[in-house]
């Protein structure tokens, strides 16, 4: 049985104060660092076989706790970054409100090239299940924990899971140091999802 886990980063003062970070380097927030050592134990309890890890700061920071407790290298991969958000990073929802009311309507609608910059979800989800799938391959019958962002898990997951966006967009994001567990159990079965916002 195959088993990814899908590790959201903790908390950073961008995310206290609502603030779009997409792929803004923000570094975790003492709140963040607590959270993630809490979440490492119980993450190094499911004795993971190989870490790999978004390359921005929070989710390297993150993954670098869970590396430490199992004597594991965790290696950065830049496909596991969360969405770009192009002119909204940096800034909070009442912001972009204000200035992007048309994108924000297109981009709360689901449509995959909202505007202002913002990555198309296309390309954003293609990169999220190319990972996955290939760390699956590398690690059959192992177990992987995938330190990356909110969106990105999401998308992940619902790239394995051959799920429509329109499905995906039901999900809630991952609290922060919260985790999304998939397994393929093999037989032709495909992917499950076990768990989701686990911490």
């Known amino acids: 049985m195959t088993r990814l886990f899908l590790w959201r980063h903790g908390q950073t003062e961008w995310n206290f104060n609502r603030r779009f970070q997409g792929q803004y380097d923000a570094d975790l927030s003492e709140v963040g660092h607590a959270q993630a050592a809490e979440a490492a134990r119980l993450l190094a309890a499911r ?11 929070r ?34 929802m009442a912001e972009i409100e204000e200035r992007w009311p048309d994108e924000v309507a297109r981009w709360r609608a689901g449509e995959p090239s909202p505007g202002a910059g913002i990555e198309e979800h296309a390309g954003f989800a293609l990169r999220m299940g190319e990972v996955l799938r290939e760390l699956a391959a590398e690690y059959p019958d192992g177990t992987v924990v995938v330190t990356t962002h909110g969106g990105s898990a999401r998308e992940g997951v619902g790239e394995l899971l051959g799920w429509s966006p329109a499905v995906r967009r039901t999900l809630g994001v991952l609290h922060n140091c919260h985790w999304a567990e998939l397994r393929d159990s093999g037989g032709g079965l495909g992917w499950r999802l076990h768990a989701y916002n686990v911490g």
Not at 47 to 53: G, Q, S, Y
Not at 61 to 85: C, I, N, P, S, Y
Request: hydrophobic fraction near 40%; avoid cysteine; glycine fraction near 6%.
């Open 47 to 57: 004795e993971p076989d190989a870490l790999v890890t978004s390359d921005l700061s």
């Open 59 to 92: 989710a390297a920071d993150t993954a670098a706790v869970l590396a430490k407790l199992t004597g594991l290298t965790a290696r950065t991969d830049v496909r596991l970054r969360e969405r770009h958000f192009g002119e909204w990073q940096g800034r909070t």
